[in-house]
């Protein structure tokens, strides 16, 4: 109950900071100005739109793609470079102590792995700490895309899930939504997203509320940092199923094994979780 309590008490804290800083007034005001903007907009600007938004969408998935063949060339040449050390192994060294030297190098490479982690984790904190007003909110839309594309620590719901809200039973778990495919059109949907305030930036009524510049200075960060975390949340969702709540995917027409299903549902895991610090690349082709 006393954590309950707690977080009511954050919650009602944070509603009266937002009525502070935005009252009702200002609302209605950056709701006519923003209304105003998108009327303003020329046929010209929309086509400017699409076709950046199309074009960002052809990019989003084709990087992933990119990624499934990276990754498949190095899986190769680490297969053939273990091949070659255990033929090459001395000859007075038995397979179980070569097997053993390898867990151990692997296992130095997990530690080198955690440890590179805590220090993005720390230099993460120490960023929010030196400046709260530029990670902040940063930190905060990666958060809020990461929960609404996993659908939380139970993954149960989430971007992958929403087959079952738009299809039924019947199309849960299809190859779009369970897949790098809905990373990729999320992505796409931020990015026409920042494009489309972006225009409608240069069609605000001088004066304008100066939230709608802060909006603009910042727009290309926040939209990167949302993005990261729809991959993490895609990524997470998809390991849930791989591994928790296991299932099969549904309209592929041939029928499989239960692991071949669940190892479908780990890779797209690994593709989207590789993506997560290369969504600057869709930033740059804005022009």
Known sequence: MA?????????????????????????????????QAFTRMTAEDLKRWSSQTI??????????????????????????????R??????????????????????????SLALSAKRSGEALITELRANPKEAGPRFLVAVLGYVLASGGLDADGGAPDLDLEMGGIGLHRSIFFHSFLIGAVLETAIYGLACSMEIAHEKLPTPHDPFWDLVDKHRTDWAVAA???????????????????????????IPLPGDIHSAGFAANAAVEGMDVGRKGETFKARK
């Not at 074009?55 to 060339?73: E, F």
């Open 227 to 253: 993005t990261n975390g729809i991959s993490v949340g895609v990524a997470y969702h998809l390991l849930v199923d791989a591994f928790i709540q296991t299932g099969t995917y549904h309209g592929i027409g």
């Open 3 to 35: 954590t309950a309590a707690v977080s009511a008490s954050a919650e009602t804290k944070w509603f009266e900071q937002f009525e502070k800083a935005f009252p009702e007034s200002r609302r209605n005001r950056l709701s006519t100005e923003l209304r």
């Open 86 to 111: 255990l033929y090459g192994r001395p000859e007075n060294e038995t397979l179980w102590a070569y097997l053993w030297r390898r867990i151990k190098a692997f296992w130095d490479g997990s530690r």
């Open 55 to 84: 074009r960002v969408l052809a990019l989003s998935v084709w990087r992933r793609l990119r990624t499934i063949g990276v990754s498949l060339r190095r899986l190769g040449v680490a297969t053939r470079a273990e091949l070659e």
